[in-house]
């Protein structure tokens, strides 16, 4: 992530007014799997934990942190690897949209096409939809549905912190791809100009792979939604 948006504390998180988070890299993929948190209560979300188990909890336990939810943005299996582990060692519940319900399912199937193995994640036991508020502590994401990249995508948006969780819908000069079933340009574009680039430039995008970025940025310079 880019030390230059983000102000990096000396245990390698980032604090904010109410939330604190960090980042790892995991899974065969190099998702960014991002744990956030209440800085008051501890409790917090562990957003796209796409692989890494013992990494992803060795982090949660070191920081003493009361995990609640395992937020999916979508459900390709490089997103939601670790899943199966982490229901159970951190009795935290996954949090998924409806729409991408069948992915999740497919998971296993959909890793070994591309010559990986994740273990079958289990069910989501939350469905979310668009304007959805999840909360841990004094720290709230809203859910912001930005289907494109999969039918089911969405993003996490904490307006106190000016952050936003963007999984595969939006990247640092680029966006997700649309080729796979359930894609679509169209939507992708539609969910980024009009659901993420109507809130406020300062805000940091958080993606799913790749460096961070803001929505300022990204609306004068991503040449993917360019234009009218």
């Avoid at 670790?82 to 999740?104: G, Q, R």
């Avoid at 930005?146 to 969780?165: A, C, N």
Wanted: charged share 25%; hydrophobic share 35%.
């Amino acid at each position: 992530m880019k030390e230059t948006i983000l102000k990096e504390t000396e245990d390698n998180a980032y604090e904010f007014d109410v939330a604190a988070l960090t980042g790892l890299s995991v899974g065969p993929l190099d998702v960014n799997c991002y744990i956030v948190w209440d800085k008051a209560t501890l409790e917090g979300f562990i957003i796209d934990p796409g692989g890494n188990s013992d990494e992803i909890e060795a982090e949660v336990k070191t920081r003493g942190l009361k995990i609640k939810y395992l937020l999916n943005t979508h459900g390709h299996f490089d997103h939601v690897g670790a899943n199966s582990e982490l229901t159970k060692s951190l009795n935290a519940k996954v949090v998924l949209h409806k729409a991408d319900t069948a992915l999740l399912e497919s998971a296993v199937d959909m890793a070994a096409m591309y010559g990986c193995k994740v273990k079958e994640a289990p069910k989501a036991e939350m469905m979310v939809a668009n304007g959805d508020v999840l909360k841990a502590g004094s720290l709230e994401l809203k859910v912001i549905h930005t289907p494109g990249h999969t039918k089911g995508g969405v993003s996490y948006y904490s307006e106190k912190d000016g952050l936003i969780f963007t999984g595969d819908t939006l990247f640092a000069g680029g966006i997700g791809r649309t080729d796979f079933p359930g894609g679509s340009m169209e939507e992708i574009v539609t969910s980024i100009k009009g659901r993420l680039f109507t809130l406020p430039e300062s805000v940091i995008v958080l993606p799913g792979h790749g460096p961070n970025s803001t929505i300022g940025d990204e609306k004068s310079s991503n040449p993917f939604v360019q234009g009218e």
